[in-house]
């Protein structure tokens, strides 16, 4: 009896000090638990690689309007299969984390679903490349066809991967015009109706997650 105490009284600590990990779900957790663990390990990454981001923006940027470093900016140019500076920083600009930490808590379900338990993957992302690290899905699409889903080596590259896909994707192209006009989340939301089958409801449904969680109050800074 005593050791079974002693165990819940372990548990008890480890959940109230915060130390989660990414490959383990604590069962029957409480909707406080389930996100103090969301955040607790998605957050400081989300905030890294946002930072990491909007630094390389910023030095692009100065670049551009002092007519420096012009290898640079082309070799990025060609990276990015853009032309012109315009495309470049709609391509570079990083959109506030509220967003990102939004979408990562519906498609990850609250960094509870298996492909970010098991793979890192935090936003759901597929995989076409055999070669690659990846997992199979557990359901067949159209009951044949299976999906396959990217693993990675961490949830810092999971968001970079993210990133990577939203300024590369053609179904963004005016998520990202509008990124380099406004931080406002809850406008930009409104352009990722192609990222979800559910279209415009995905916006709004973000937009919920980000108002309940005040993720603007608390990370876009």
Known sequence: MKRIILLLLLVS??????????????KKMSVKIKKERFFYLLAPAVDKVYKELHLEYESVLKDIKESKNI???????????VKTDEELLQKLKPHPQSI????AAMESGWATSRFFVQANNVFGMWSSNKNEPRIA????????????????????????????LMAMGRAFGEFRALRVKT?????????????????????EELSAVI???KLVMRYDK
């Not at 044949?144 to 590259?157: A, G, N, Q, V």
């Not at 931080?183 to 916006?203: R, T, W």
């Open 13 to 26: 600590l480890t959940l109230v000090a915060g130390k989660y990990e990414a490959n383990i779900v604590p």
């Open 100 to 103: 990102v930490l939004a979408q």
């Open 71 to 81: 290898d640079r900016i082309t070799k990025l140019k060609e990276d990015y299969k």
């Open 183 to 203: 931080d406002n989340p809850h406008e930009l939301v409104k352009k990722l109706d192609k990222y979800s089958e559910i279209g415009a409801k995905y916006g």
């Open 211 to 213: 108002r309940y969680n």
């Open 137 to 164: 899905a557990g359901v067949k699409r159209g009951g044949t066809r299976t999906i396959w889903l990217r693993k990675f080596d961490s949830i810092d590259d999971s968001i970079r991967a993210y990133y990577r």
